[in-house]
């Protein structure tokens, strides 16, 4: 129904907004208006308290959001002085790096200054450069042995892609077979290195780069191959380093007795590592220790898949490039450091698990891991036990096995 001015013109109904108090020099939003708007003239008024009541309501309303903005703003400011001092911190440590440590490895590397450093992460502009030269080139690499290599695997993926498993017998005596099957393991783990990045799965712009130091190193060593995990590590590099000198890093940390152990699968070697490994779990986390024997969960149901990707699969990509960059300076131990750091984080957790939930929870770990959280509880790790250090039980450990391979009575250290 249309109404009608005095002019007898139609005209609108009248909007609620002729209803609000005159003083009010806005249009109140709901909560507001429930408060604070008079009654249609066809009610009764608000009582007088009432309407007292409700503005006292409408006064706090505004001292509280006042009080949310003013914390909100708080949080942005504390958020953002934090932000700088990061950035100014990054920015000394670089400073720092370029112009002190690397100008001077040789004699720096190994001081109180540059440990502590070490520690606090190193600056990703520079991190490339410290890897290589804390992994080191033992193997003598060089970038034209890389390019020999990647020639030698492109001129067998177009002999597979040309002639199938017909391809020459070659390289100690490995059937074109299982070189093929190799080669496709490498395509298919290529796509599931660090998908949520996107770079390196095929069309992205490391995945050529990430298929030729895999498939070069495949005819660097034969003897090893390629197995899953590699691709991680390589991919770790990648982002990194330049192509060549990811290969040579690669190679070199591949070739660390510990990595050798693991992707040559040396179930001897493998075993010691984890019996190494649970002389410090005792001693670190006895609790924990023994509701795992409890449990009957064993070491390579969740470090295997650590080890064997340096936690690149594990962890969040930036708390895996800190977990490596103290890796590169103090070698294997870290790597089993690193491990009981995280079970120590989440002893109270793991405690009140059974098999199946300790399993699943170590072979997925939480997604948002803090790196300061998980640096505080590695820092709480003793690699000592009975005045033996790491290398020392292993070494020990190692000779135990030996002399059982040889029928000896095993001996106790």
């Not at 040789?106 to 606090?120: A, E, G, N, P």
């Not at 991680?232 to 152990?261: W, Y």
């Not at 490994?277 to 070491?299: G, I, Q, R, S, W």
Request: aromatic share 10%.
């Amino acid at each position: 129904m249309e109404y009608e001015d005095k002019a007898g013109r139609p005209s609108r109904p009248p909007s609620p907004k002729q209803n609000v108090r005159k003083n009010l020099g806005f249009e109140p939003l709901s909560t507001t208006a429930l408060i604070l708007e008079d009654r249609p003239a066809n009610l009764p008024a608000k009582p007088a308290d009432e309407a007292q009541k409700h503005r006292q309501q409408y006064e706090e309303m505004v001292v509280q959001a006042k009080k949310r903005e003013l914390k909100e703003a708080q949080r942005r400011k504390k958020q953002q002085e934090e932000r700088c001092r990061v950035e100014e911190s990054i920015g000394n440590a670089v400073l720092t790096w370029n112009n002190e440590i690397l100008p001077n490895w040789d004699t720096m590397w190994c001081s109180r200054k540059v440990r502590d450093l070490w520690w606090q992460g190193i600056p990703p502009s520079v991190r490339g450069r410290v890897w290589s030269l804390a992994i080191g080139n033992e193997l003598n690499i060089t970038h034209e042995l890389f390019d020999i290599c990647l020639a030698r695997a492109k001129e067998r993926w177009r002999s597979f892609s040309t002639a199938g498993a017909e391809v020459e017998n070659e390289d100690a005596g490995f059937s074109a077979a299982d070189r093929e099957a190799s080669l496709e393991l490498i395509k298919l783990d290529i796509s599931r290195t660090f998908p949520n990045l996107c770079i390196f799965q095929q069309g992205g712009p490391y995945h050529d780069m990430l298929h030729s130091i895999l498939g070069a190193y495949t005819c660097y060593r034969p003897d090893v191959g390629y197995v899953q995990g590699m691709s991680f590590i390589a991919a770790v590099l990648i982002l990194n380093l330049d192509t060549a000198d990811a290969f040579i890093a690669f190679s070199n940390l591949l070739n660390k007795p510990c990595q050798m152990a693991f992707f040559r699968v040396d179930h001897g070697l493998m075993l010691t590592y984890f019996a190494a490994f649970e002389v410090f779990f005792e001693e670190n986390l006895p609790k924990l220790f023994a509701h795992f024997k409890k449990n009957n969960l064993t070491p390579d149901i969740y470090l295997i898949d650590w080890i064997f990707t340096l936690y690149s699969k594990s962890l969040p990509l930036d708390l895996a490039c800190r977990i490596w960059d103290v890796f590169c300076r103090d070698g294997e131990e870290f790597l089993f450091r690193t491990a009981l750091g995280i079970l120590k984080l989440f002893e109270d957790i793991l405690t009140r698990m059974d098999f199946i939930h300790i399993a699943q929870f170590l072979t997925r770990l939480p997604e948002d891991l803090p790196a300061d959280e998980v640096f505080v509880a590695i820092t709480t790790v003793q690699m000592q036990s009975r005045n033996k250090k790491w290398a020392q039980v292993l070494a020990a450990l190692q000779r135990d096995s030996r002399e059982q391979e040889k029928g000896s009575p095993s001996l106790r250290h």
